[in-house]
């Protein structure tokens, strides 16, 4: 049987999936934090735009990679404004990838576990998941927040096992964070793909040394594919 040249799906079992900019178009999350927040931030200091940007970009590399730099929570503080409900002002541009939903549907109907494993703080995933009711989609939810480590984090994935657990040499992540998928492949994971363009709205991104998807299409499992343990007598 012709698999994808991507992937080898006889040798997956577990499916780990991040949200933005890899199920979810990062555009939403760009504006967001690029356009939106710099706005919003000008008008509530009342100094000049490109001001207001230029000390939230030092503000968001300060923290970049950490677990502060996901928390809604830790932005309301230090803003000392609803970072959550800003959120909520432009959450019309929140969207599904193509094809996504019919790959979660056919990975789940042909026996593997479908994750979505996320560094996003859970306001910011209770509002994404009640836009595009992806969770229906999934087996598991599973917030880096609660596991205490961002992704980034080598640690991250034995925490990640005391809640999910999955044979890493059987197991697909998908991921449109370099540092993440490298984490990952220090980790073991058997199969690491990237993502050629996480903001529908722009450019090409670096993938570094991992195959990477256009779309989801790239990499639909075959309906008769059965996974590993799995396989039919």
Known sequence: MEETALIQWSDVRTVLLDMDGTLLDLHFDNHFWLEHMPRRYAEEREVPLEAARAELLRLYRAVAGTMNWYCLDYWSAKLDMDVAALKEEVDHLIAVHPNVVAFLDVVRDSGRRVVLVTNA??????????RTRLAGHLDAIICAHDIGVPKEDPGFWNKLQTVELFVRETTLLVDDSLPVLRSAQEYGMGSLLCVHQ????????????FAAI????????????????????
């Open 198 to 209: 996480p903001d529908s709205q722009g450019p090409d991104k670096d993938v570094g040394e």
């Open 121 to 130: 703080h859970m306001k910011s995933l209770t509002l994404k998941m009640e």
């Open 214 to 233: 256009r779309g989801f299409a790239d990499i639909m499992p075959p309906a008769d594919q059965l996974p590993p343990t799995m396989s039919a007598p």
